[in-house]
């Protein structure tokens, strides 16, 4: 997605303001997500557009990307995430569920 190259350049921005430097490198999807899967790529940061109306756009993401048992694809492995992604779909109450998210 074309904001996805002002998104990065954004970000480099705002942490260069604060001392970490990054460098750029603009691919294309198919060759970053080898390069990740491959673990060749280690503290690259992909961007994705997620489309978010409700929690579960979040939730189904932070579910392939970032939960146990430990996939080629998560970057995250956090037992405190896990306890809260696995209480989300036990909710039934909505308002529950929003604060389960916003924490996670």
Known sequence: MPEGKAFAEAMAGYWE???V???LIP???PAFRKMWVDRKAP???GYYNVANRDWI???AFLEKQGYT???LND???DPEVDGMLSQVLRQTDRDKINA?????
């Open 17 to 19: 303001k604060i001392g």
């Open 21 to 23: 430097k990054s460098r």
């Open 27 to 29: 691919v294309d999807y």
């Open 43 to 45: 503290g690259a940061v």
């Open 57 to 59: 756009g979040a939730y």
């Open 69 to 71: 048992p430990s996939k």
């Open 75 to 77: 970057t995250v492995n």
């Open 100 to 104: 389960l998210m916003r924490n996670v």
